[in-house]
Every structure is written in C-alpha cells, then in structure tokens.
C-alpha cells in the first residue's frame, strides 16, 4: 500500500518562505501532486512532480527525489492568504491516489 | 461551463438508513474517485474507477458501494454497515492516466447522521 508523512502544523509570517515536507512508500510510483485546501472548501491543485527536480510555479516550487521518496513544497513570500492546509499526494499504478495528512499552515501578520 | 456536480451539499441521515451521494461530470474524464475526509485530517480514498462498469476499492470501502454505469457519472452510496459515516465526502476526476496528472474536486457532500 502507499503511506505518505507530512508535518502537521506550520507557522510562519508574511513574507517568509515556508517548506513543507514529504515523504512516502509506494509501489509502482508515478508521481507527487500538491494541494490546497482552504476551510470549508475542496483542494485545488497547485504541482504535480514525476521525474526529480524542482519544479517552479509563481511563489510555490515543488520539489521531487525519487530515490529518497522525498519531496516538498516551498512557499515563498507567504501572504496571509496562504493560510489553509497543504497536502500531498501519491501516484501509483491503475490511477491509485493517495493523500497525506495535511499540513496547516498559518501566516501571521 | 466543465465541471464536477456534486449533490446533496449537505445531507442529514438517520442511523440505520443507506444514503446515495450524486457525482457528475462533463469533463470527459475517465478516472473518478471518491474521499472522505474527517475534521482537520487528509482525504481518505474509499473507491476509484478508471473506466466505465470497472471501479477499485480504496483504502477504507467497508460500509460504501459504487457504480460506474456511465463515463459521466459515479454515485457513492453509504450504507448502514459504515459504523462512523459523518464526514465530508468528496469526488474527484483526473486528467491523465497512471495517477498523475491534476484532480479536480467538486465543491463535496458534507453528511451528517443524527
């Protein structure tokens, strides 16, 4: 089966950059996808990482090392806004998708 | 506009009685998922179906069932057996195939047992 470990809580002020780690098992790996979740609301998507790297999206990078099942997600100049949860997601063989636990996050003025 | 529709949004249900949460989509795609998530933990995956009249279990379908009669659609029905159903029940499509790609989630069933 697949099991993914993230940090429960994260707190940090506006304009810091805040990373959020994760680490997984799974068999038949195909990738690490990123989410945020708002109270109340659904997730929305933010990366998605198949092969090692960094990968770049406005102030949100997602990065990925498949030999260490390891991977994070950096937020850069927090805005107050970027306070919800933040979960990541595991890929594997027949379209199988498996969340972490969450990280929430809480920005500070 | 493309989208997932999810009905009811908030559901209230007696003990002992079995509930149908709708899901439809005209996004074209054809993986569908269902979770459910509990307050302040993840999303916890209870079935999947990749294809028209195929669907997997997840990692908690004791007490759930599904069908998957049309690509658009992918009813989730919670039954009596489900000992603690109260949750928030979320369905989701995906882009791409092999678990990658992006999922799309519609705004979610919350569901409440008296």
């Known amino acids: 089966g697949q099991s993914l470990e993230q940090p429960s809580e994260v707190t940090a002020v506006e304009g810091a950059i805040v990373q959020i780690n994760c680490t997984y098992q799974?068999?038949?790996?195909?990738?690490l996808s990123w989410y945020q979740q708002h109270d109340g609301g659904a997730p929305t998507f933010l990366s998605y990482?198949?092969?090692?790297g960094l990968e770049e999206t406005g102030r949100f990078s997602s990065f990925l090392s498949r030999s260490d099942s390891y991977g994070y997600l950096l937020l850069q100049e927090l805005q107050m806004k970027d306070s919800a949860s933040y979960f990541c997601?595991?890929?594997?063989?027949?379209?199988?998708?498996?969340f972490g636990g969450g990280t929430r996050v809480l920005v500070k003025p | 506009d493309g989208g997932i529709t999810q009905s009811p949004k908030y559901l209230f249900r007696k003990e002992g009685q079995n509930v149908t949460l709708s899901c439809e989509q005209n996004?074209?795609?054809?993986?569908m998922y269902w979770y459910r998530q509990d307050p302040g933990q993840g999303l916890r995956l209870i079935y999947y179906?990749?294809?028209?009249?195929?669907?997997q279990k997840g990692d908690i379908a004791e007490g759930y069932s599904v069908s998957r009669e049309k690509k658009e659609s992918f009813p989730l029905t919670v039954t009596s057996a489900q000992k603690n159903p109260t949750a928030f029940y979320l369905c989701?499509?995906?882009?791409?195939?092999?678990?990658?790609?992006?999922?799309?989630f519609g705004e979610g069933s919350r569901l409440t047992v008296l």
């Open positions: 989701a499509t995906i882009t791409g195939t092999g678990g990658s790609g992006e999922l799309f």
């Open positions: 990482n198949a092969l090692d």
């Open positions: 799974t068999s038949g790996f195909y990738g």
């Open positions: 179906s990749q294809i028209v009249n195929d669907f």
């Open positions: 996004l074209n795609h054809d993986a």
């Open positions: 997601a595991v890929g594997a063989a027949g379209n199988k998708l498996t």
